[in-house]
């Protein structure tokens, strides 16, 4: 007997669903939101962003090249759009975007090609400041705020809440951070009244310890403690720092932060990414429970913290941290910390709980011996005991910090400000003093930068 041989019905219904549900899949594969053809797409306009912002990027440099070299051969603006556009780079549309506001946006990134000249503006273009561009910038509020070369403005519209800036560029020191302190008359709000400004002056204070209000510091004036100067190294007194100098020399009938508008201190205490647990027993070495090991000082949040180490060490450390033409860095000085304090405690940001103590006269927040002082209060998860104010960290707590303040004492010639963890008496604009060679876990330093 012959057989028909075929496939029934429910087989070829089955086959018909089987091949509609590929179907389907290949479609959203293709079409879908996350398909091949939108991801690619997506890809293909990343890529043009990426090409047309390292034109933008190179253009730029360009420019600051031939600045210096006064070549006057630098291609300008309309040359550069023209050369995008010919290439299909961008639009006619984007080109007339880039004429009126100076940049566009390509895929997810913003691309600037003016210099910035607000803070909002810096922050959200994240524009790197090159040597010859104008780096003088306002904030919300019309306050001056100068940049140094190579960095970026990552945080803090407003002056007040503490503006900080981020190495871009230079090798071993790339993501340090450090917050401007403003010094002349601040403003607080948009219409620059005069009855909400505030004026910070540069000086050595002291602090009343119920209001915090700041007077002039005598102990360093005394004539007998006329050796109560700053200096850059403490085994060496005839090698006298001119710290005051450097930090306040005339310029034009102001001295040079007035001028400014402003210096930077270091948003942690100093920090290093390399180091060691391994001390020595010699009290006499200058390395004598250091930790450091070699390498460039960071102000990075995640770096160990760099205690264990002398004055001559650390004032050596924050000199060699950058070499520039156009600014330098510094061990943090008498006149620096003190004008800092008041820059604290004036634009105090703050809880209300925490601002019923002038933030002089703040203790440690870290009274328990745990081994705070290797990370800083920022690395641990209780913000009951992060020492944070306008931007800036552990001022008032985590280590002692060394300064190039010397004390008349012979003995003990060396100045440390601040507070210290395990230690409830000690105040953020407190003076401690300590032997020339010594050093410990208790102390670190901070660098500052003038520019």
Partial sequence: MRKNKGITLIALVITIIVLLILAGVSIATLLGNNGILNQAEKAKVETRGATVEEECNLWKVNQEMDSQTAQGTVQTLEGLLDSLEK??????????????????????????????????????????????????????????????????????EDVTKGVVIE??????????????????????????????????????YDFDSATGEESSYSGGNKEENSEAEDFLNYGNKTAKLEV?????????????????????????????????????????NELSWTRYIGGKLVEKPEAQVLNCTTQNKASELCRNMYISTTFESDLMNSYAWDTAIVFLQTFDDRNSEAKTIPYSQQTSLNTESDGIANTGTNNINDNTKEDKICNVWDIASNCYERTTETNYNSKDPCVLRGGRY??????????????????????????ILIV
């Fill in 167 to 204: 190495d871009a560029t230079y090798e071993n020191t790339k993501g340090s951070q450090f917050v401007w302190i403003p010094v002349g008359t601040i403003y607080t709000d948009e219409a620059k009244t005069e009855g909400n400004a505030k004026t910070i002056n540069i000086g050595r």
């Fill in 244 to 284: 005051y100098n450097a930090f306040t020399q005339k310029v034009n009938g102001k001295t040079k932060v007035e001028e400014v508008g402003g210096y930077y201190i270091g948003r942690y205490e100093a920090r290093v990414e390399r180091y060691t647990e391994q001390k020595t027993s010699n009290s006499d």
């Fill in 422 to 447: 395990n230690a409830n008496y000690d105040r953020a604009h407190y003076r401690n003093y300590s032997g020339l060679p010594s050093s410990g876990e208790y102390a670190s330093f901070r660098p």
């Fill in 87 to 156: 290439r299909k780079l961008i639009t006619a549309e984007e080109r007339a975007t880039i004429k009126e506001t100076g940049e566009i946006t390509i895929g997810s990134r913003t691309i600037n090609f003016k210099t910035p000249t607000t803070v909002e503006e810096a922050i959200r273009t994240g524009h790197v400041y090159q040597k010859n561009e104008d780096r003088e910038i306002e904030d919300a509020y019309g306050n001056k705020v100068v940049v140094p070369e190579g960095f970026k403005i990552v945080e803090g």
